[in-house]
């Protein structure tokens, strides 16, 4: 066979009792499909192995009531009962070849209990880690003993539901094993308690009790976050955490490790913008130990892949987020279709659904998700009908991806934009401070479309109905976006603020536009509350413009919350010099100033300004679909993207795919069905 340059990823790598096919891995992750959705998350997973990940691993999997993380959908191994829900996962990954790997949980004080009403458990007293008028108890002799129990157990049924890998959890500050080790949980007096020594004792039992459980056929895994980003406050990977790895380095049959908390696991392009950045904490490891090593960071670069593993940092490529942008990552870089890669771009809005409690969706990807109950293939997808042509209006995400697909269906395509530049927003907001990476949507799409001979692609064409109509394409889809509006209506104020027509305002459109500001301090008025408007303060900050950030919120851009950025957003602010105005809301723009509110019927106050920038809601650009729905004459017309719903670049990209997918299909089938549903069966009764 040719040797090329990427073999060494697809070399199998022994793991315990265990053979990885390539070093493609897929760490545990959520999907907010879980126990609640058993068939979707199956499938999800079984779409990885199909493209190529020799490991695919679920996700934390609660071990007992006592770890109960409702209202979110992780998975479940409470009892023999939920091992026919994971068993479906197991089958679906062995069918491609690859291992299955589960995320055993015991959450301790990160788990609410909220429906088994279950005290939660911690090494010490202390308030649980989520909102919620609970504490945790400080966990006795008794609880520990159980704990190990219900471990053992677990790996057990783990083992019968036909795993291969089965972890041991420390990490992301969110497992017991975890929180025993470290100083700031655990300020026991026992032997589970005070020496490092004392601290890793139980995680020292759980290894050795898993192996000895399922040692036989199982291999078993150690996640471990080696670094917590806290300098002194947290564990360090040159203190503790090298001296933890240096006591069990041969004791489990395979590391995992990563920086905890999850936000700074999941770290976001925007706030770490380097591919590959948590290999500077985590390549102490493999010197400590012979077991194999796997490590994550947005690894996508198949040449990073061969220098981690050719460097000895690694044995295994760790992927969540690369493995759900691009299921078929390791098929695309074995058959050397490197271009063809659909990069992460670290948005995080994966992450935002697990958040959410809803099933998992991701910008890059519009098919994540929607494998069982819409049948989508990231890679696959219906040849074309009777028509022959379709005309995409706008180059936007919606317009790249609708007009992709329908290419790769076989229609000849023509896609239009008014601008000089393909890629609407995702190009445009691109440019903003900190999002670089999302030039990735349209730049994947682009270089598709490029390659086709079917695809026509034209620029600076602002297409009024008259053209769309000359053009004698029967089959047109609209996917004109939306604009900023600008008069500041928005979430908390269905009125506009009253305004002196001398100050300056602008709309985010305008500074995507690179309108350059008046001198003086600018209003960022952010009644959006999502997060662009934290990214044009901090980009105008970055300018050099002196900076007042209101918002009727009570924090800073409060939706991120859900994509773990809010407190670095917030921080980054603070540090930009920009001022903070929360519970805030804009009453009137005067010729020097902006008058605010109290949100909560306080005092409000003045802010003297040059200029105001209004963040607050998107007007549809419908003129053109209108017009042409009113002429009456085409076969096919639809609204797709912004220009339908304005919402997240991963909403746009999703319709662009859903209407490629539909065209010519059963429409009233569809609208019947929608997508499959995963009902809840009335044949069993749970506990009976
Ligand atoms: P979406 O997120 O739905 O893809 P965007 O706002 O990102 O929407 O993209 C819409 C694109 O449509 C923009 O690039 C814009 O230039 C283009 N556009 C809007 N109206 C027209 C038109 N009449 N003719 C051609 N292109 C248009
Ligand atoms: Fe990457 Fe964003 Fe997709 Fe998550 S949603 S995998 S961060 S592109």
Redesign the pocket.
Known sequence: MKSGPYDVLFEPVRIGPVTAPNRFYQVPHCTGQGHLRPRADASGRAMKAAGGWGVVCNQETEIHPTSDLTPFPESRLWDEKDIPALRLMTDAVHAHGSLAGIELAHNGNHAANLLSRAPSFAPSDMSIDVLYPKQARAMDKTDIKNLRRWHRDAARRAKEAGFDIIYVYAGHRMTLPQHFLLPDMNDRSDEYGGSLENRVRLIRELIEETKEEVGDRCAVAFRFAVEELMGADGMQGQEEGREVVEMLAELPDLWDVNVSDWSNDSA?TRFMPNDGFQIEHINFVKQLTTKPVVGTGRITSPDMMVSLINKGVLDLIGAA??S??DPFLPTKIREGRIEEIRE????????SSDNHGVPI?????PT?GEEWRRNWHPEQIEPKGEAEAALVVGAGPAGLECAMQLARRGYAVTIADARDAAGGRAKREAELHGLSAWKRVSDNRLYDLKQRGNVNLYLESELSAKDVLDLEIPNVFIATGARWRSDGVGRSSRTAPKRASLMPVFTPDDIMDQTVLPGGPIVIYDDDQIYIGGVIAQHLAAAGHAVHFVTPAAIVSPWTEMTLEQGRIQRALIAAGVTIHTGRRLVEITTDRCRLDCTYGGAGNDVLCGAVVLITERTRKTALYDELKREGTLSHLELIGDAASPGLI?DAVFDGHRAARGFEGDTEAQDATYFRRELVSLHDTIGG
């Open positions: 976001t987020r690369p759900i942008a992460c771009i670290g948005c995080n809005i994966c992450v969706r991701c910008t890059q990807n994540m991963a």
